[in-house]
């Protein structure tokens, strides 16, 4: 962003960070480490590693990316979860959630629009039924594109 911002006339006061799967865990995580950006999305997110070593249904990869089971070393696990530094979130943030995803399932969504609230943090929960990690329901689709434009306009409204 700081490359960004040297190369182009961007308005400080609308950055936002947006993301789905990883992209999600990495929107989730980002609003924990930084207060730069004034409104987040968070699709299809991670929020806490730990829990999700047993929730998921794609398990095999996290072995090989974190050295170690949740079991053998909980720490690696925490270090890159978004809820262990949940306190330090100040930005308005929209999670965005299927109840069918296997990959990143929803109570990994729950938990981190629940910590938010409880923050008082600006959030909103939306959960789409019968939707997996990618959604099928073209209502759905254009309701998330939709929500998304909406919340980063009233975050961040033009001037």
């Known amino acids: 962003m700081d490359l960004l911002e040297k190369r182009l006339p961007i308005d400080r006061n609308r ?19 930084t207060t730069r950006f004034k ?8 929020s806490d590693w730990k829990s999700y070593y047993g929730e998921n249904s794609i398990d095999q990869w996290m072995v090989p990316f974190f050295g170690k089971t949740v079991y053998d070393d909980a720490d690696i696990y925490a270090k890159s979860s978004a809820i262990e530094y949940i306190k330090k979130v100040k930005t308005p943030t929209l999670v965005v959630v299927g109840d069918r995803d296997g990959e990143c399932p929803a109570p990994q969504s729950f938990e981190f629009w629940h910590a938010l609230r409880a923050e008082g943090v600006k959030t909103q929960l939306v959960i789409y039924p019968n939707e997996g990690h990618a959604f ?16 980063f306009e009233t975050e961040m409204p033009a001037k």
């Open 15 to 33: 950055e936002g960070l947006t993301g789905w799967s990883y992209g999600g865990f990495m929107t989730m995580f980002g609003v924990t480490q």
């Open 39 to 46: 409104a987040a999305v968070a699709g299809a997110g991670i």
């Open 136 to 151: 099928h329901d073209p209502a759905h689709r254009r309701d998330v594109l939709e929500r998304a434009l909406d919340w």
